[in-house]
């Protein structure tokens, strides 16, 4: 009975647990000293120092005991459970005072365990749903879905929701930095070489690689059109048949640029001297050549306009299909679908539509003649009369055409 007391005292001393912790050594001496005076009774007392060691066994025993049945219960914040299995019963008051001690130093070490583990699965859980969420706003801005409440998971915990919330609405702000990082990237991209992210936009990835996107797209935009001044001014000179001269201030990455517009209005003017001869052949039904190379005395124009309108195979097939239309009675022009929109070729396929249709006036008047033996001899002499007018007047069409073409 009297032990029972003696558990029941130390259970309401065990709640002062937390002041035992700066008494460790003390305790131990005092401790120490009091079995020592309880072994004097003895008729072979033990030397201080065998007596100092068994203390040191008996202490670290019962200290260590009551520190693993403490830790075991702070862990699982279970307070003085252990006390229930009736383990001090048989221990005297001091030896209970060194379990007491062992214990209360466990438990709290246990109690801190379980907060620090709480406290880092929140932190990890916190931190899973904060990247979700993250994620998930990346993905929304994109496709232009933002909630204005982000989703809630029953099925996971509060920590969790509370990280994808933070992480969703990190990244919708994150976004909209993005958009004014990347313009500002262009802007510097196209005036400078050398990429210089803010500070504002360097600390974050997603805003850092939105500058670094901007600037190589204003790089790339930079480059295009000076590419594109190059080719131009390139152009023009090689059109003109100039001699190939870049200037001094084209810079040296540009110079192929400019080598490639120069070939290129070269290759435009051999096309186009080509296909004025192609054209003068629906004019002129022997080559001649153009006044302007005559005077220029340039042979490599001469060259490419002969050669164009040599090429030219279907102009003496146009003249006589045209020819042939306006002899036939009642047959209506009709130009080639080949060569509706070319002037040259229109002009020359009426002028000879023409032609044939006089042709066949002619012929009919010479038929109708025939016959005129019956008529009047002064009546033959009109129509012979009006016939040499008709003639007169296709010949001058045909000389008119002949000039207006030239």
């Known amino acids: 009975m009297k032990k029972k007391l003696v558990v029941l005292s130390a259970v309401y001393t065990i709640f002062l647990g937390s002041e035992q912790l700066n008494i460790h050594s003390a305790q131990a001496t005092t401790n120490a000293h009091s079995i020592d005076d309880k072994y ?24 260590n005991e009551g520190f693993t049945l403490g830790q075991k219960d702070g862990y699982e914040e279970k307070l003085y459970e252990s006390f229930n299995k009736g383990i001090l019963i048989d221990k005297s008051s001091e030896e209970f005072r060194w379990f007491e001690m062992g214990y209360t130093v466990g438990y709290q070490k ?11 699965k929140q932190e990890a859980e916190r931190k899973s749903g904060e990247e979700l969420g993250f994620d998930q706003g990346v993905e929304d801005y994109k496709n232009a879905t933002i909630a204005s409440n982000p989703q809630n998971y029953p099925n996971q915990s509060k920590d969790w929701n509370k990280g994808f919330v933070l992480g969703y609405k990190k990244s919708i702000e994150l976004m909209d930095i993005s958009i004014k990082a990347k313009k500002e990237g262009f802007e510097q991209g196209k005036t400078t070489e050398s ?22 797209s204003g790089r790339k935009e930079q480059t295009k059109q000076l590419n594109e001044r190059y080719i131009k001014q390139g152009y023009e000179q090689g059109y003109e048949l100039k001699t190939l001269v870049i ?20 290759n435009s003017k051999k096309k186009d001297v080509i296909a004025l001869g192609f054209n003068d052949a629906f004019i002129h039904v022997g080559y001649q050549t153009p006044q302007e190379y005559i005077t220029s005395n340039n042979t490599t124009l ?8 040599k090429s030219n195979k279907d102009a003496d097939h146009l003249r006589k299909q045209a020819y042939q239309q306006g002899w036939k009675i009642g047959e209506k022009i009709s130009i080639p679908t080949k060569y509706e929109q070319n002037k040259a070729a229109v002009a020359m396929y009426k002028h000879y539509y023409q032609l044939g249709k006089a042709k066949r006036e002619e012929t009919s008047a010479k038929i109708f003649i025939g016959f005129g033996l019956l008529l009047s001899i002064g009546s033959l002499v009109g129509y012979m009369t009006l016939r040499r007018k008709k003639i007169k007047d296709l010949k001058s069409i045909e000389a008119n055409y002949e000039n207006k073409a030239s």
């Open 302 to 309: 001469k060259e490419w306009h002969k050669k164009g309108f």
């Open 247 to 266: 200037p001094e201030d084209v810079p040296e990455q540009f110079k192929p640029a400019f080598e490639k517009g120069y070939n290129k209005g070269v």
């Open 110 to 120: 246990g109690k801190r365990q379980k907060e620090v583990e709480l406290q880092a």
């Open 195 to 216: 990429i210089n992210i803010p500070y504002i936009y360097a600390n974050e990835d997603i805003t850092k690689k939105a500058f670094e996107e901007g600037f190589e």
């Open 40 to 63: 004097t009774t003895q008729s072979h007392p033990p030397t201080t120092e065998n007596n100092n060691q068994d203390l040191k066994l008996v202490f670290d025993r019962l200290y």
